[in-house]
C-alpha cells in the first residue's frame, strides 16, 4: 500500500515554456504533499509543502511564482515550472504523508526528470 | 538551529563486515529521526524510524540523545545493501523532515 505516481517520468522542454508536473497518491488520501528537488548526487531540497485545499507553503529561497503548487484533492497535487529556464533542469521528487499512525513516514513517487534546453 | 549531518559522503566495506553509517542531528525539541534509503533506480523508501525500535533488513538505528546521534548499524553487509542512505529529522509537529546530504554505501564482493 501507500503508493504515489508522478508523471511524465521524463520530460524535456524549450526554454520559456511551462512544464506541469502530476503527483498521485494511488491507495491514499494524502493530507500532507511536499515537492523536493535533487541535484545530482545531492540530497534532497525540499521546495514546498501543500496541504489539501489550502494554498503551498514555500521553503526559503523557493520562487513561489515560478514553481506554481496546486493541492486540489486529497490524491492530487501538482507543479508547474512557469517559464522554464536551462537551470531549473533537475530531478523532481513529491512524496505525500496521510494523518494516521505512520502520520510522520512520507511516501516517496519514483521522480520526474526535467530538461530544459 | 534543526540540522541533521551525515559526514560521510561514500562508505565502502566488504560483504560480511559491520556496517555504520553515521548520522548527528541538531534540535532543540524532542527529535523524531529516520533513516531512508534509495536503491539504484528506485525511489526512496522509509527503512527504519527509531521510535519503532525495529530492525529491518539486519539494520538497527538507536537514538542517542547525549551524542545527538542517529548512527546505523549492520552487523554483516551484504551486496545488495549497496544503495543511498538518508538520515531524516522530521521538523517541529508538522510532517517535513531535514534531511541529511546522505551516504552512499557500497558492499564489495
Known amino acids: 500500500g501507500a503508493v504515489v505516481s508522478q508523471h511524465p517520468s521524463r520530460v524535456i522542454c524549450k526554454s520559456g515554456t511551462s512544464v506541469k508536473i502530476e503527483c498521485r497518491s494511488l491507495d491514499f488520501q494524502a493530507t500532507t504533499m511536499f515537492w523536493y528537488r535533487q541535484f545530482p548526487k545531492q540530497s534532497l531540497m525540499l521546495m514546498a509543502t501543500?496541504?489539501?485545499?489550502?494554498?503551498?507553503?514555500?521553503e526559503q529561497g523557493v520562487e513561489k511564482d515560478k514553481f506554481l503548487i496546486n493541492h486540489a484533492s486529497l490524491t492530487l497535487s501538482t507543479l508547474t515550472v512557469t517559464s522554464a529556464h536551462p537551470e531549473d533542469s533537475s530531478f523532481y521528487i513529491c512524496?505525500?504523508?496521510?494523518?494516521?499512525?505512520?502520520?510522520?513516514?512520507?511516501?516517496f513517487g519514483p521522480g520526474t526528470r526535467l530538461t530544459v534546453t | 538551529a534543526q540540522r541533521v549531518t551525515q559526514p560521510e559522503k561514500l562508505l565502502s566495506v566488504f560483504k560480511g563486515a559491520p556496517v555504520e553509517l553515521k548520522c548527528n542531528y541538531s534540535?532543540?525539541?524532542?527529535?523524531?529521526l529516520f533513516w531512508y534509503v534509495q536503491y539504484s533506480r528506485q525511489r526512496l523508501q522509509l527503512l527504519l524510524r527509531h521510535i519503532s525500535r525495529e530492525s529491518i533488513k539486519g539494520f538497527t538505528a538507536d537514538l542517542n540523545k547525549g551524542e545527538t546521534s542517529f548512527h546505523l548499524k549492520k552487523p554483516f553487509a551484504q551486496e545488495e545493501d549497496s544503495a543511498m542512505y538518508y538520515c531524516a529529522l522530521r521538523r517541529d509537529s508538522n510532517y517535513q523532515l531535514i534531511w541529511g546530504a546522505g551516504t552512499k554505501l557500497i558492499i564489495k564482493p
Open positions: 534540535y532543540s525539541g524532542s527529535p523524531e
Open positions: 512524496s505525500a504523508s496521510y494523518s494516521g499512525q505512520l502520520a510522520y513516514e512520507q511516501y
Open positions: 501543500s496541504n489539501e485545499g489550502s494554498k503551498a507553503t514555500y
